[in-house]
């Protein structure tokens, strides 16, 4: 306290507080000092506590709202973690505060020889009116048996999007993680899986030693479109792709044309994609399991769900930062007080760690202090006595 007085002075007391805990609504009064040497104001327990100016919101129950908004609206949130006592706005504010959080290191795995990509977009509507995309990648070592009927990827991980990233910036990244997590090696084979769009091509250009896979969901679409239902068109089509004879699927097609049982553009849309494709097309028929892809099921599970399966229009700091803490958990991630930036009074890093010391000692000196010594001795009401229980406990 001695400490204290030479360096702080009190400028106001009794200011009182109200901020929104686990256990409910907690009202305190706090004083308001002034730094002699500096100049500086600031509410010394806000400050040790950790407790953000203005904030009607404590760090924990922060960060149980963004968790919730990962998952629903903003609004839903509110509801759902603090019964609607915090409007739509805070939740959103406290989401975007949320940053520098980052999975725990993996240690490298060099035995691993084969690893997929699945790479695709969510398209989403913003505030003013533009439709744009968000992409998204997981990496998976192939896939085991979960169950009967279902099969799990193996050791998952999807890397968060980061809008208006170009394309070489957005694999560059995932190229490093690869390096980390499993070595430069040559006989690494890496599988990057799409709809052949391309920003998913610039994948293979900017990761050494990698293919393309083409979705057998969009390859199906497109030969659908010739076929229309034929067993036998959809068998020569096949072969020719197999076989990689595109001046023979282009007579085809011609001859399909010609007949009038497509239309031209028909004909010379679905001609440009498949021969865009070649050898995903190619690897998606011949590779058996790894030719599989699941890129369409892991966006509708990771952002669709989200961010546009309801009608709504986000803004571009709004998407980044929901999409990304979002895979950022389902990634198995946890997030952290740390990770919550705060805007309320800062101190000089002499004065922070001073304060810090000053605390210390006070929980050093008080660490034998038991709470069933001080609650009201001559009350009947049991809940202090459980709460009492429950801190000692």
Not at 354 to 378: D, G, K, T, V
Request: proline share 2%; aromatic share 8%; hydrophobic share 30%.
């Amino acid at each position: 306290n001695e400490e204290r007085k030479k360096t702080w002075e009190v400028v106001k007391k009794g200011v009182p507080r109200e901020i929104l805990f686990k256990c409910g609504l907690v009202s305190y009064e706090r004083r308001y000092y002034k730094n002699k040497e500096t100049g500086i104001c600031a509410y010394l327990t806000d400050v040790a506590c950790g407790i953000e100016k203005y904030s009607k919101v404590s760090s924990g129950m922060s960060l149980k709202l963004i968790e919730q908004a990962a998952d629903t609206s903003y609004q839903k949130s509110s509801k759902i973690v603090l019964d609607g006592q915090v409007s739509k706005q805070t939740v959103m504010k406290k989401v975007r505060q949320i940053e520098d959080y980052e999975l725990e290191k993996v240690e490298r795995n060099e035995t691993v020889t084969k690893i997929h990509l699945q790479a695709d977009e969510d398209h989403i509507s913003l505030q003013d009116g533009r439709k744009t995309i968000v992409k998204l990648v997981t990496l998976h070592e192939g896939t085991e048996k979960e169950n009967r009927t279902r099969n799990a990827l193996v050791n998952k991980i999807s890397f968060k999007p980061m809008y208006k990233e170009s394309n070489s910036k957005f694999w560059e990244r995932i190229c490093m993680e690869i390096e980390k997590r499993y070595g430069v090696r040559e006989d690494l084979k890496i599988y990057i899986h799409g709809d052949g769009a391309n920003w998913i091509k610039s994948g293979v250009e900017e990761i050494p030693g990698s293919e393309p896979v083409l979705d057998r969901f969009h390859l199906e679409k497109y030969i659908r479109k010739i076929h229309k239902g034929n067993r036998k068109y959809r068998e020569q089509i096949i072969e020719y792709l197999l076989n990689m004879e595109y001046r023979l699927l282009r007579d085809f097609l011609n001859t399909l044309e010609s007949n009038d049982e497509i239309t031209e553009e028909e004909s010379i849309e679905v001609y440009k994609y498949l021969s865009n494709n070649r050898l995903g097309i190619k690897n998606a028929l011949t590779l058996g399991n790894d030719g599989k892809s699941c890129a369409e099921g892991l966006v509708s599970h990771i952002l669709s769900e989200r961010i546009s399966s309801r009608p709504c229009g986000w803004s571009e700091k709004g998407v980044t930062s929901v999409s990304g803490i979002r895979v950022f958990l389902i990634n198995g991630g946890k997030l952290k007080a740390e990770n919550l930036i705060h805007q309320g009074e800062v101190l000089a890093e002499h004065q922070s760690k001073m304060l810090e010391q000053h605390f210390r000692r006070i929980s050093e000196a008080q660490h034998n202090f038991n709470i069933r010594e001080h609650y009201p001795r001559r009350s009947t009401n049991r809940w202090l006595k459980d709460i009492a229980g429950i801190l000692c406990s």
